[in-house]
């Protein structure tokens, strides 16, 4: 009764406790050939039997069109493989006991196995008269045609089921091979496998463990937790679970139901399956040793060859997927500690406040090549930005080399002129491979006689943007060309600026300023007007507001923002 193979063909057949037409067709043609009042196609579930064919009966269990195996004389001829025919039920020692008898008036039965293509049987198709009846040959004969008519029409909805199945399948490895690849990290990947499998016929649960040097850990979606994760978020190479014996065998494992997990495993892996109402659970190993992918059922599961070869299929897609996320999250960390290393900690000097900012683009999965620069000279400080074209960890390697060539200019040049530094700097990258070219502006701050003064050469970069009181804010125009090395290349040139306190001096990449859907003129106006109004605010939050709405578009190149405010006196 309990068969998964026969209760996966009731599944798949899709009937239950609920009129069907082509079942009544057969009902009807039941008591129409052998003249009977009742007649029933039955299906037996675990507990129960259901009339999706029915003609005759009346009353509350006609109402249900289901009654408790208390009241099947069906259950015998699925348990039998075989017909069942009783001239009077009441006389016959195996069904004189059923409560059939006095609340369905089933006296006289005759009913024949209906099967499934592979021999299990579903239910039968049954005749009852209320009074004792002696079947005759060719009744039986009509009655075992008329149920292989109905079997083969069982046979055939559960095919057409088969083959949508398939289709889903198909379906289903199309969109995983899209969705895993668009993962950006393990939480991503997890989150995205289980949304694949929705549905009633699809797992309840979808896990994922990764293999290590001491056995397999869970990866956890923190938005959809389960019991069993936080309490076995990890499991040793040796532990007597599923998961763990075909990450052990490199093999996949497939329990079909519960009695099969308590014969095959320890008792705390019933339990955790239980905590979480899992009964099946087909597990199967990675490729290369990455860990184990985990499909759980609440109820006893058939594995079909076709669907266990599309989960097989699926687990190499998340394999790739594993791969792919590491690899990016490698280079990604490596790239950030790069960038974190190259960027600069802001020099304490008295008469200025400084504060910086630097946001990776949204959209590559690299940092890449703005930096900011801020150090002491004697009697003057350096400060500059720039950008190196490309976003990748060469772009960053790059900046860096720019940005230390930068600082050694500035140390052998006795003039201190941002101007030679830079032009140091197109000699260097005329000989030394260093890729497609860079903008910079490079600063010098003097203080002379109380008051500081600002010596700048732009090498292509954005216009820094300073703002006087009373004045306003004004872009820093007059720039050369960008860093690329050329031979020929015009001189350099350097201007200067007085900054009385109270001024406030704003350098920035132009991933501050350009939007795909703005002009670049209009951002670079708006940062102005925030600038001017933010500027007698402490410098984090000036930094807040013109860095505000960033992270909610995503961002084609990264930003570096460097700004410097002079003093006032008792400040």
């Given amino acids: 009764m309990r068969d998964p193979g026969r209760l996966e063909a009731l599944r798949l057949a899709g009937l239950t406790a609920a009129a069907d037409p082509g079942m009544d067709r057969f009902a009807r043609l039941v008591t129409r050939l052998l003249r009977v009042p009742v007649s029933l196609v039955s ?104 149920t292989a008519a109905c079997s083969m029409e069982l046979r055939l909805r559960i095919a057409s089921e088969l083959i949508q199945r398939d289709r889903d399948h198909a379906g289903l490895l199309l969109r995983a091979s899209i969705e895993l690849a668009h993962a950006r990290d393990l939480t991503d990947l997890t989150r995205r496998l289980r949304h694949l499998f929705q549905g009633p016929a699809e797992p309840a649960f979808v896990g994922l463990l990764l293999a290590d040097g001491q056995g397999l850990w869970r990866v956890i979606d923190p938005d959809d937790v389960r019991p069993v994760e936080s309490s076995l978020h990890r499991l040793g190479r040796d532990a007597p679970f599923p998961s763990a014996q075909a990450m052990r065998e490199q093999r996949t494992v497939f329990v079909p139901d519960r009695a099969a997990l308590v014969a095959g495993f320890a008792p705390e892996a019933v339990a955790g399956y239980d905590s979480l109402g899992l009964q099946s659970v087909l597990c199967v190993p990675l490729p290369n040793g990455h860990g184990v992918l985990t499909w759980c059922w609440s109820r006893p599961h058939v594995m079909a060859p076709t669907e266990e070869a599309v989960l097989t299929t699926v687990a190499g897609y998340v394999s790739q997927a594993v791969e792919r996320t590491r690899f990016v999250a490698n280079r990604l960390s490596t790239a950030e500690q790069l960038q974190a290393a190259m960027l600069t900690e802001l020099p304490d000097v008295p008469g200025l406040d400084m504060a910086a900012l630097y946001l990776p683009a949204a959209d590559q999965d690299m940092v890449g090549g703005d930096w900011y620069d801020a150090y002491p000279l004697p009697a003057s400080l350096m400060i500059s ?187």
């Fill in 385 to 571: 930005i720039g950008d190196v074209i490309g976003h990748d960890v060469r772009a960053a390697t790059v900046m860096g080399q720019i940005r230390s060539m930068l600082r050694q200019a500035s140390l052998d040049d006795p003039a201190r002129s941002p101007a030679a530094a830079l032009h140091a700097i197109d000699k260097a990258i005329g000989v030394l491979p260093l890729g497609m070219g860079a903008t910079a502006v490079h600063a010098r701050l003097d203080l002379d006689a109380g008051r500081w003064r600002l010596t700048w050469s732009n090498a292509g970069h954005p216009p820094p943007l300073l703002y006087t009181p009373g004045a306003g804010v004004a872009p820093l125009s007059g720039h050369d060309l960008l860093l690329l090395g050329l031979p020929d290349a015009p001189p350099r040139h350097d201007h200067t600026h007085d900054l009385p306190p109270g001024s406030v001096l704003l350098l920035y990449t132009d991933g501050l300023v350009e939007r795909r859907d703005t002009d670049i003129d209009a951002s670079t106006t708006h940062t102005a007007a925030l600038l001017s109004r933010h500027a007698d605010k402490p410098l984090p939050l000036l930094l807040q507001a013109l860095s505000t709405g960033l992270a909610e578009v995503p961002q084609r190149d990264d930003v570096a923002v460097l700004v410097v405010r002079v003093t006032r006196p008792g400040r």
């Fill in 43 to 146: 299906l037996l579930e675990p507990d129960r039997q259901v009339f999706p064919g029915m003609v005759g009966m009346s009353g509350h269990w006609a109402a249900r069109r289901e009654t408790p195996l208390s009241h099947s004389f069906c259950q015998h001829v699925v348990a039998d493989g075989g017909p069942l025919v009783l001239s009077d039920t009441r006389a016959h020692p195996r069904t004189c006991a059923s409560l059939a008898i006095p609340d369905l008036q089933v006296i006289a039965y005759a009913g024949m196995p209906l099967t499934d293509a592979d021999g299990h049987v579903l239910g039968s198709l049954c005749a009852i008269d209320h009074r004792p009846r002696e079947w005759t040959a060719d009744e039986l004969h009509d009655l075992e045609d008329l």
